[in-house]
């Protein structure tokens, strides 16, 4: 086996193993090592390798080679090249790559191998490696070796010479070849009639906030009284709230007053709500910021001597311990009703008038709770002409449903269910006194509350 040492091989064994080819440089019965050896056509990482015998199917001994002996053949493989203008498709160029073999047969009887030539095709897959090869490097451009029209022929397939243009680019030809309209004429005429009819029906263009088809809002009643003579008024909600009469408003509070909701208890969460939506006119947050000194509000609360004008005392107190500045005028502090409450109003050390002349002459709001609701309320010109000269915004506390004489509010506050107010109350505002569900059940009202979770909502004239 010593004579075959420095010849090429070319090795089949067992499936499992596969082929081996390289060169021999030690040989016995029963061991073959291989140098610069290749297994099913990869290099080897190891620098030799060893094949046993009885792992060999075939072996092919390759003959060393020699210049003079070399033949050529030729194996074509596809190589993608870039499209060139005016192509309507990749095409392919061949060019030669010789690699020559360096194994060749011995005299064994079987043919002697041949040098292979690759016949590479350019397709698009190769382009880039094409461009990359072909690009020059910095000591080429740096002496000059650009090649005039390189550039043009690597990205558009041939040299881009003002010679080959023949004729300018006729854009108004390319530009009916994109003609969106007729492409949405010839897809509206193959729609059905139907979508086509609805399509021309769509002429009116809405805004973000309108809506496509017209609606009415959804109102629900969930409140239903036992006569119901007079106007109705709906929530933000869509929830209808009838109005009561006098006379079942009088048997609502006499059962109130027997089952223990007492005025005095009544009369604090009046105060309550009317505190609430008083700071929401005075500005809320932004004025009653304790860094905000200079443009603290100041509040007058004009009160008559009865309930209604204790309910004004109660929320000029409530606003003062809020700590907006408080100015309480009383008609009279004599009556029953009224001196607990400004007995208790009097501890704020805010001020208490009875005299119209003490009044400022400007102020961030007034609240008026004069008159009780009679068929005829008291006129107090005097206060009128006051409040009309300041233009503070007025909110109104219970008032009668005809309004107040001289004066015009601009906000009312009504307690548990309204009565059938005047446009001249202005904007009506519902609150909550928490009366449980059989009070209202004992006078034949069936009710269910309108506030959910608020304690103040808005009442709104309903639309007949």
């Not at 004008?309 to 700590?323: E, H």
Request: charged share 25%; aromatic share 8%; net charge positive.
């Amino acid at each position: 086996m010593a004579q075959w040492i420095g010849y090429m091989v070319s090795i089949r064994c067992i499936d499992d193993v596969g082929t081996f080819q390289g060169e021999i440089i030690s040989a016995t019965n029963t061991l073959i090592t291989l140098t610069k050896a290749f297994n099913n056509g990869f290099p080897c990482p190891e620098n030799e390798v060893k094949i046993r015998a009885d792992h060999i199917v075939d072996l092919k001994l390759i003959d060393k080679q020699t210049d003079s002996t070399v033949e050529r053949s030729t194996v074509t493989i596809a190589k993608p090249v870039a499209k060139r203008a005016g192509r309507t498709h990749s095409t392919s160029e061949s060019h030669n790559i010789s690699l020559n073999n360096r194994f060749s047969m011995p005299n064994l009887g079987q043919p002697k191998s041949k040098p292979i030539d690759i016949e590479v095709k350019h397709t698009a897959d190769t382009a880039s490696n094409s461009f990359k090869n072909n690009t020059p490097n910095k000591k080429e451009k740096s002496k000059g070796k650009w090649v005039k029209g390189w550039k043009d022929e690597e990205c558009f397939g041939s040299p881009m010479d003002q010679n080959n243009i023949s004729k300018d680019f006729d854009f108004e030809k390319n530009l009916a070849l994109f003609n969106k309209q007729a492409i949405w004429d010839e897809l509206n005429a193959q729609k059905p009639d139907v979508v086509r009819h609805t399509d021309n029906k769509r002429t009116t263009k809405y805004r973000h906030d309108e809506n496509v088809i017209a609606t009415l809002p959804t109102s629900y009643r969930q409140i239903t009284v036992p006569k119901q003579d007079f106007c109705e008024y709906v929530t933000d909600d869509g929830l209808i709230i009838p109005s009561v009469s006098r006379v079942l408003r009088k048997k609502l509070w006499e059962v109130a007053e027997r089952v223990g909701l007492t005025w005095e208890k009544r009369i604090e969460l009046i105060g309550r709500a009317a505190t609430e939506i008083s700071i929401q006119l005075l500005g809320g947050g932004h004025r009653l910021n304790p860094h905000n000194t200079h443009q603290w509000p100041t509040v007058v609360v004009l009160c008559g001597p009865h309930k209604q004008g204790a309910a004004g005392v109660n929320t000029a107190r409530q606003l003062a311990s809020q700590g907006v500045r408080t100015i309480v005028y009383t008609v009279s502090s004599e009556a029953s009703c009224i001196k607990k409450e400004i007995a208790l109003y009097s501890l704020t050390k805010s001020k208490l008038f009875n005299d119209i002349s003490d009044l400022p002459n400007t102020t961030d709001l007034i609240i008026v709770a004069l008159c009780e609701d009679t068929e005829n309320p008291k006129h107090y010109p005097l206060l009128s002409e006051w409040v009309n000269r300041n233009r503070a915004p007025i909110l109104a506390l219970d008032p009668p449903t005809s309004g107040t004489p001289g004066i015009v509010p601009k906000f009312s506050l009504l307690p548990v269910l309204p009565l059938p107010h005047s446009s001249s109350n202005g904007k009506l505002y519902l609150c909550n006194l928490g009366f449980p569900v059989d009070i209202f059940n004992e006078v034949g009202i069936k009710y269910k509350s309108p506030f959910g979770p608020k304690f103040v909502i808005p009442l709104h004239p309903k639309d007949d």
